[in-house]
Antibody
Framework: QITLKESGPTLVKPTQTLTLTCTFS??????????VGWIRQPPGKALEWLAL???????RYSPSLKSRLTITKDTSKNQVVLRMTNMDPVDTATYYC???????????WGQGTLVTVSS | QSVLTQPPSVSAAPGQKVTISCSGS????????ISWYQQLPGTAPKLLIY???KRPSGIPDRFSGSKSGTSATLGITGLQTGDEADYYC???????????FGGGTKLTVL
């Protein structure tokens, strides 16, 4: 079955760069049509779409965060990495990675990881 | 401010039916498929509906989806207390070239 799990720091300081890793199993990111996305959710707030990487290494980013985000994949390790630069307290959120189908909907989600930005 | 607009909350009694709306534009709902997610307290979102009205395996037919123009609707019949959750709509936005979500709707089963 498909599983995904996020990992990374739980606390980062303002201006630092956040690096999150999504380790997955049950599918291959080299299979046509498959993608992995990142979504975040500030405490008590709505979901926010961040980035998506496709099997062919095509990448899409939220326009509002594009300058700060980088998404990459390591197919051999079954991992997708999200980097977010210049972290700010407003970036405090639970960050989810998810398996994307047809480039737009997410049918399997990780458990999420809470990242707090504070000095 | 979310690109897709949902009512903040809806409520209904057990056994009743409720609908949750999601309003967008021609760049998202109007010309792309929509999906719906259920998020129970303290858990990750769960896919309920994709391609406007399809249910993944294991999702009961009490949940349904529809789309008309630039709006979409999630319907839930036979409400149960276990349906109390936040519900989100999602779609691809062709202008933004990115995915978008609604602001979420909190369902209370009275």
């Amino acid at each position: 079955q498909i599983t995904l799990k996020e990992s990374g720091p739980t606390l980062v300081k303002p201006t630092q760069t956040l690096t999150l890793t999504c380790t997955f199993s049950g599918f291959s990111l080299s299979t046509s049509g498959v993608g992995v996305g990142w979504i975040r959710q500030p405490p008590g707030k709505a979901l926010e779409w961040l980035a998506l990487i496709y099997w062919d290494d095509d990448k899409r980013y939220s326009p509002s965060l594009k300058s700060r985000l980088t998404i990459t994949k390591d197919t051999s390790k079954n991992q997708v990495v999200l980097r977010m630069t210049n972290m700010d307290p407003v970036d405090t959120a639970t960050y989810y990675c998810a398996h994307a189908v047809a480039g737009y909907y997410f049918d399997y989600w990780g458990q999420g990881t809470l990242v707090t930005v504070s000095s | 401010q979310s690109v897709l607009t949902q009512p903040p909350s809806v409520s209904a009694a057990p056994g009743q039916k409720v609908t949750i709306s999601c309003s967008g534009s021609s760049s998202n709902i109007g010309n792309n498929y929509i999906s719906w997610y259920q998020q129970l307290p303290g858990t990750a979102p769960k896919l309920l509906i994709y391609d406007n009205n399809k249910r993944p395996s294991g999702i009961p037919d009490r949940f349904s989806g529809s789309k008309s123009g630039t709006s979409a609707t999630l319907g839930i019949t036979g409400l149960q207390t276990g349906d109390e959750a936040d519900y989100y709509c999602g779609a691809w936005d062709s202008s933004l070239n990115a995915g978008v979500f609604g602001g979420g709707t909190k369902l209370t089963v009275l």
